[in-house]
């Protein structure tokens, strides 16, 4: 199961560059959830304290009742809520398959970070090339 943990959290962006040793580290923090077909995962509008990873399954994303994508092996949400845990979930994530998550909650994140500074430059670097492309995506619409 180790594996298959490592394996799946090398695919996911917010993760991108870290070394097997910090990965490792990540994996080690996270949890397994599962999650029956039907299943809501996260709600729109209500509080936001875990970052999570499908592992197996697909989910879909929806926003005020409309389908914005769905999510598979390797696909992630929630990644907001691992460095602001007072926010509000953007959209809902409902399991459409039975679904096998990695959670990483924010309060298993912070200590992660300060035990490896290293994973926090990283993800701080990441997190910023979203943002700057959101920034020209919504430039580009409006």
């Known amino acids: 199961m180790a594996d298959d943990r490592l394996e799946t959290l ?4 917010l993760f991108e560059g870290l ?3 910090e990965l490792e580290a990540v994996a080690n923090a996270t949890k397994e959830r599962r999650f029956d077909t039907g299943d809501t995962v996260v709600v729109e509008g209500e509080g ?3 970052f999570f990873v499908v592992a197996e399954g697909t989910a879909r994303v ?11 092996r390797g696909g992630s949400f929630g990644e907001v809520a691992l460095l602001d845990d007072s926010g509000r ?3 809902s994530v409902i399991a459409e398959s039975p679904l096998r998550v990695y959670g ?7 200590p992660l970070l300060e035990q490896h500074p290293s994973i926090a430059l990283k993800v701080a670097k990441m997190l910023a090339r ?13």
């Open 19 to 21: 070394t097997d040793r």
């Open 130 to 142: 979203r943002l700057r492309e959101a920034e020209e995506r919504a430039a580009a619409v409006g």
């Open 48 to 50: 936001g304290v875990g």
């Open 89 to 91: 979930r953007s959209a």
């Open 62 to 72: 929806e926003s005020r009742g409309q389908r914005l994508g769905s999510i598979s």
């Open 10 to 13: 090398r695919k996911v962006s």
């Open 104 to 110: 990483l909650t924010s309060w298993q994140f912070t």
